[in-house]
């Protein structure tokens, strides 16, 4: 397996099959995703709520994004390393946005960064892309700006917002990104968005008709479930695994069957004898 690049990526809109991109915010999960050989590892932001216990995503800082950016991409061999770039880094000035990619790309060893945002994104976008990081970009639902949204709520539900996404899915395609996150939007309007861009869109909670799909692998493992919306697959349940190994632990210690001879260090016998003596 070769490592995935940009223009894997965009292919595969037309030649298949559909792209998978799931987060990572550590080595341990990292290896397993790259090795399972998914397309996209996103170090999103999500990082505030699965990974720092942080009520929403908002407060993430680039210094927290950056250092577990390394650790993802420390081992990501095949997947391309999308860093997700924080609320604040990206939303002050060009100047400000194009040192912060630049952040994610040297200090991370990204591949690409992501930020939220349509039409009134297009300046940033156009100016990280001329400075040399791709960008993917995120409409619909976009969590760092819920508050203005009025809350985690799906978007593109009438007409009017329904056209607002494509003409913001077609200005971020013509400022340069490489493929679009749609979040939380019904799925024939994802559908429309996706035909009516020529880059790949990557739906969470789009419906089937994405080009890709993105999960957070906290949910998708079932490692947290604080907010389980209904976008998400459980795959597994993680959190029972390590529940039940835990209480095996205490309760081995507790009666000490654990440890056993075969975990402890032996030593010579006759060094043992001289203590005795
Ligand atoms: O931060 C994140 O995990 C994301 C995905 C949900 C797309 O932005
Ligand atoms: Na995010």
């Known amino acids: 397996q070769k490592k995935v690049t940009i223009l894997d990526v965009m292919?595969?809109?037309?030649?298949?099959?559909?792209?998978?991109?799931?987060?990572?915010?550590?080595?341990?999960?990292?290896?397993?995703?790259?090795?399972?050989?998914?397309?996209?590892?996103?170090?999103?932001?999500?990082?505030?709520?699965?990974?720092?216990?942080?009520?929403?995503?908002?407060?993430?800082?680039?210094?927290?994004?950056?250092?577990?950016?390394?650790?993802?991409?420390?081992?990501?061999?095949?997947?391309?390393?999308?860093?997700?770039?924080?609320?604040?880094?990206?939303?002050?000035?060009?100047?400000?946005?194009?040192?912060?990619?630049?952040?994610?790309?040297?200090?991370?060893?990204?591949?690409?960064?992501?930020?939220?945002?349509?039409k009134t994104m297009v300046p940033v976008i156009e100016a990280i892309v001329k400075s040399g990081t791709p960008v993917q970009g995120h409409i619909g639902l976009t969590p760092q700006t819920a508050s203005a949204l009025g809350g985690f709520k799906v978007q593109g539900k009438s007409a009017g917002a329904a056209q607002a996404l494509i003409d913001d899915a077609k200005a971020l395609e013509a400022a340069g990104c490489f493929s679009i996150v749609l979040e939380a939007i019904p799925s024939p309007i994802a559908k429309m968005v996706t035909d009516a861009v020529s880059i790949p869109t990557i739906g969470i909670g789009a419906g089937a008709d994405c080009d890709g799909q993105v999960l957070v692998i906290h949910d998708m493992v079932g490692l947290f479930d604080r907010f389980t919306p209904k976008f998400v697959k459980q795959y597994a349940k993680i959190s029972d695994t390590i529940s039940s190994a835990l209480a095996e632990f205490k309760a081995d210690v507790e009666k000490g069957t654990f440890p056993e001879e075969k975990h402890g260090f032996t030593m010579k016998a006759d060094e043992l004898e001289k203590l005795k003596e």
């Open 11 to 118: 292919a595969r809109k037309t030649v298949g099959p559909k792209i998978t991109m799931l987060t990572s915010y550590d080595y341990p999960f990292a290896l397993l995703v790259d090795q399972a050989g998914i397309d996209m590892i996103l170090v999103g932001d999500s990082l505030g709520m699965a990974v720092l216990g942080y009520e929403d995503t908002v407060s993430v800082t680039m210094d927290e994004m950056i250092h577990h950016v390394k650790a993802v991409t420390g081992v990501a061999k095949n997947a391309l390393v999308v860093g997700d770039m924080p609320f604040g880094s990206y939303n002050v000035s060009v100047e400000k946005a194009i040192e912060n990619a630049n952040r994610f790309m040297k200090e991370g060893r990204a591949d690409c960064v992501k930020l939220e945002g349509g």
